[in-house]
């Protein structure tokens, strides 16, 4: 059974970092890109980051590029997100998923998703 777990999330002042993890089981994903995505409530989902199957390509929501870094190790089937000079617009319950088809910052094109984890930024 294919599974992804999320951690990392917490309660932070702005300004300040996380570093979110997606671990992957039940099968490999190295040959797949690996999206972020968030939702605030109210809000539906939006697109935050994705990284090709390599690390070689990384891609990022206007709100959050130069503040925030994907990357990925294979050989340990993890997606990381490092999230730099948070803002309280940051908070979300912030997801990580498998590319399946379409472009990679639709929610639409993602075939498993984790259960997420939640980020709470205070001014």
């Known amino acids: 059974q294919v599974q992804l777990v999320e951690s990392g999330g917490g309660l932070v002042q702005a300004g300040g970092s996380l570093r979110l993890s997606c671990a992957a089981s039940?099968?490999?994903?190295?040959?797949?890109?690996m999206g972020w995505f968030r939702q605030a409530p109210g809000k539906e989902r939006e697109f935050v980051s994705a990284?090709?199957?390599?690390?070689?390509?990384?891609y990022y929501a206007d709100s959050v590029k130069g503040r925030f870094t994907i990357s990925r190790d294979n050989a340990k089937n993890t997606v990381y997100l490092q999230m730099n000079s948070l803002k309280p617009e940051d908070t979300a319950v912030y997801y990580c998923?498998?590319?399946?088809?379409?472009?990679?910052?639709?929610?639409?094109?993602?075939?498993?998703w984790g259960q997420g984890t939640q980020v709470t930024v205070s001014s």
């Open positions: 039940g099968r490999t994903f190295s040959g797949y890109t």
């Open positions: 990284i090709d199957w390599s690390g070689g390509s990384t």
């Open positions: 998923a498998v590319h399946h088809v379409g472009f990679y910052y639709s929610p639409s094109g993602y075939r498993y």
